[in-house]
């Protein structure tokens, strides 16, 4: 039976919900006897990038553009599924969707995923640890 982990526990917080803006620092007591990493520490990389440290040492890279396009949500996976199936046509913008992707905020959800809201307005995804940390 798989020992279920409580949430981290927040050591320094300089972020307010909705946005974020400086860095998250997590502390687990209990991670380093997991299998699971988690994250210690996420931070900008610019405007439209995050790096995640992870407990196992490891540390991934994300673009903004990226995280948007492996968004889990059912919206998009349904998008993806119809692409393959329509003609080729050129898309629509959205003024927000013209400017450069950004990432506006992060929701941890329970101790497994974040809820990313993204400058385009999509925020629905979830995006587990485990594809956090799989390499791109």
Sequence with gaps: ???????????????????????????????KKSMDAIPESITRDGETAIVIQWSDGKTTRWTAAKLRAACPCATCREKKRGQSKSPAMLPVLSA???????????????????NIGFSDGHSSGLFQFSMLHADQ
């Design 1 to 31: 039976m798989k020992q279920r982990h409580s949430q981290p526990d927040v050591i320094e917080q300089d972020w307010c919900e909705g946005s974020i803006n400086g860095n998250f620092h997590f502390q687990d007591p209990t991670h």
């Design 96 to 114: 927000a969707e013209a400017k450069p992707l950004t990432i506006d905020s992060m929701r941890p959800v329970g101790s497994y995923a974040y």
